[in-house]
Protein backbone atom coordinates (compact mmCIF):
# COMPACT_ATOMS: atom_id res chain seq x y z
CA UNK A 1 0.00 0.00 0.00
CA UNK A 2 1.28 3.37 -0.86
CA UNK A 3 1.34 5.27 2.46
CA UNK A 4 -0.08 8.39 0.51
CA UNK A 5 -3.66 6.53 -0.32
CA UNK A 6 -3.72 5.54 3.36
CA UNK A 7 -7.32 7.03 4.87
CA UNK A 8 -8.64 6.13 8.31
CA UNK A 9 -11.84 4.81 8.26
CA UNK A 10 -15.14 6.79 8.64
CA UNK A 11 -15.56 5.46 11.53
CA UNK A 12 -13.36 7.33 13.45
CA UNK A 13 -13.85 10.57 12.21
CA UNK A 14 -17.46 10.17 13.99
CA UNK A 15 -15.82 9.90 17.51
CA UNK A 16 -12.94 12.60 16.34
CA UNK A 17 -16.05 15.04 16.03
CA UNK A 18 -17.01 14.54 19.53
CA UNK A 19 -13.83 15.44 21.14
CA UNK A 20 -13.69 18.97 21.81
CA UNK A 21 -10.99 21.18 20.20
CA UNK A 22 -9.01 21.86 23.24
CA UNK A 23 -8.64 18.61 24.28
CA UNK A 24 -7.84 17.63 20.63
CA UNK A 25 -5.67 20.40 20.11
CA UNK A 26 -3.42 18.99 23.94
CA UNK A 27 -0.81 16.58 21.87
CA UNK A 28 -0.05 18.50 18.59
CA UNK A 29 0.79 21.49 21.36
CA UNK A 30 2.93 19.53 23.45
CA UNK A 31 4.89 18.41 21.06
CA UNK A 32 4.88 21.83 19.46
CA UNK A 33 6.10 22.91 23.26
CA UNK A 34 8.80 20.14 23.04
CA UNK A 35 9.86 21.32 19.66
CA UNK A 36 10.27 25.12 20.90
CA UNK A 37 12.18 24.20 23.93
CA UNK A 38 14.47 21.63 22.29
CA UNK A 39 14.47 25.02 19.68
CA UNK A 40 13.53 22.28 16.25
CA UNK A 41 11.09 24.52 15.59
CA UNK A 42 11.00 28.07 17.09
CA UNK A 43 8.08 30.61 15.81
CA UNK A 44 9.22 33.85 14.02
CA UNK A 45 7.45 36.87 15.18
CA UNK A 46 5.06 36.90 12.54
CA UNK A 47 2.75 33.93 13.77
CA UNK A 48 2.59 36.25 17.36
CA UNK A 49 -0.76 36.50 18.47
CA UNK A 50 -2.24 34.68 15.34
CA UNK A 51 -4.64 32.04 15.67
CA UNK A 52 -4.82 28.51 13.80
CA UNK A 53 -7.06 25.79 12.78
CA UNK A 54 -6.23 22.51 11.29
CA UNK A 55 -8.87 20.05 10.62
CA UNK A 56 -7.56 16.50 10.10
CA UNK A 57 -10.64 15.17 7.93
CA UNK A 58 -10.44 11.49 8.57
CA UNK A 59 -10.44 11.66 11.86
CA UNK A 60 -12.78 14.52 12.64
CA UNK A 61 -10.33 16.07 14.51
CA UNK A 62 -10.34 20.22 14.98
CA UNK A 63 -7.13 21.22 16.34
CA UNK A 64 -7.75 25.08 17.38
CA UNK A 65 -4.62 27.46 19.20
CA UNK A 66 -2.72 30.24 18.72
CA UNK A 67 0.83 31.77 19.15
CA UNK A 68 1.81 34.10 22.16
CA UNK A 69 5.19 35.28 21.83
CA UNK A 70 6.23 31.75 20.56
CA UNK A 71 4.28 29.62 22.65
CA UNK A 72 1.46 27.58 21.33
CA UNK A 73 -1.79 27.22 23.04
CA UNK A 74 -5.50 26.35 22.81
CA UNK A 75 -7.97 28.67 22.48
CA UNK A 76 -10.16 27.79 25.57
CA UNK A 77 -12.94 30.59 25.60
CA UNK A 78 -16.26 29.81 23.56
CA UNK A 79 -15.79 33.43 21.94
CA UNK A 80 -12.31 32.29 20.67
CA UNK A 81 -13.48 28.73 19.64
CA UNK A 82 -16.10 30.98 17.57
CA UNK A 83 -14.22 33.43 15.52
CA UNK A 84 -12.38 32.28 12.65
CA UNK A 85 -8.74 31.53 12.92
CA UNK A 86 -6.30 33.60 10.87
CA UNK A 87 -5.10 30.72 8.95
CA UNK A 88 -6.75 27.02 8.30
CA UNK A 89 -5.32 24.53 7.49
CA UNK A 90 -7.16 21.05 6.49
CA UNK A 91 -5.99 17.54 5.37
CA UNK A 92 -5.69 13.54 5.54
CA UNK A 93 -3.85 12.71 8.82
CA UNK A 94 -1.05 10.99 6.28
CA UNK A 95 -0.73 14.26 4.30
CA UNK A 96 0.07 16.01 8.04
CA UNK A 97 2.58 13.65 9.04
CA UNK A 98 4.13 13.79 4.96
CA UNK A 99 4.31 17.86 5.73
CA UNK A 100 5.88 17.04 9.44
CA UNK A 101 8.21 14.78 8.41
CA UNK A 102 9.25 16.04 5.36
CA UNK A 103 8.47 13.39 3.14
CA UNK A 104 6.57 15.78 1.41
CA UNK A 105 6.42 19.94 0.89
CA UNK A 106 3.17 22.02 1.43
CA UNK A 107 2.95 23.38 -2.24
CA UNK A 108 3.07 19.54 -3.63
CA UNK A 109 0.25 18.60 -1.27
CA UNK A 110 -1.32 22.15 -2.01
CA UNK A 111 -0.84 21.69 -5.92
CA UNK A 112 -2.07 17.97 -5.72
CA UNK A 113 -5.29 19.23 -3.89
CA UNK A 114 -4.10 17.23 -0.78
CA UNK A 115 -3.45 20.24 1.69
CA UNK A 116 -6.38 23.20 1.43
CA UNK A 117 -5.24 26.57 2.82
CA UNK A 118 -7.91 29.14 4.24
CA UNK A 119 -7.45 32.83 5.46
CA UNK A 120 -4.82 35.10 5.81
CA UNK A 121 -2.26 34.08 2.74
CA UNK A 122 0.12 36.10 3.59
CA UNK A 123 0.42 34.80 7.36
CA UNK A 124 -0.02 31.17 5.38
CA UNK A 125 3.18 31.47 3.03
CA UNK A 126 5.37 32.60 6.23
CA UNK A 127 4.05 29.45 8.26
CA UNK A 128 4.60 27.40 4.88
CA UNK A 129 8.52 28.94 4.69
CA UNK A 130 8.33 28.27 8.50
CA UNK A 131 7.88 24.61 8.18
CA UNK A 132 10.96 24.30 5.49
CA UNK A 133 13.21 25.87 6.62
CA UNK A 134 12.49 23.98 10.00
CA UNK A 135 15.25 20.59 10.92
CA UNK A 136 13.29 17.53 11.20
CA UNK A 137 14.50 15.12 14.21
CA UNK A 138 16.35 12.12 12.86
CA UNK A 139 13.68 9.84 14.65
CA UNK A 140 10.69 11.38 12.58
CA UNK A 141 12.54 10.87 8.87
CA UNK A 142 13.29 7.37 10.26
CA UNK A 143 9.82 6.37 11.15
CA UNK A 144 8.50 8.24 7.93
CA UNK A 145 10.87 6.33 5.83
CA UNK A 146 9.82 2.74 7.18
CA UNK A 147 6.54 3.61 7.02
CA UNK A 148 6.77 4.93 3.10
CA UNK A 149 8.21 0.91 2.80
CA UNK A 150 5.37 -0.98 3.69
Not at 75 to 94: G, I, N, Y
Not at 122 to 131: D, Q, R, S
Amino acid sequence: MILSDFRFPSVFSKFGKMIPSPVASLPLLAMLELARRREWLLAPESLYGKSFLITIEDLGLQLRFFCDQGKFKPQMSQQAQAAPADVRLSALAVDFFQLASGMEDADTLFFRRRLKMEGDTELGVAVKYWLDASERPAWLHTLATKLGET
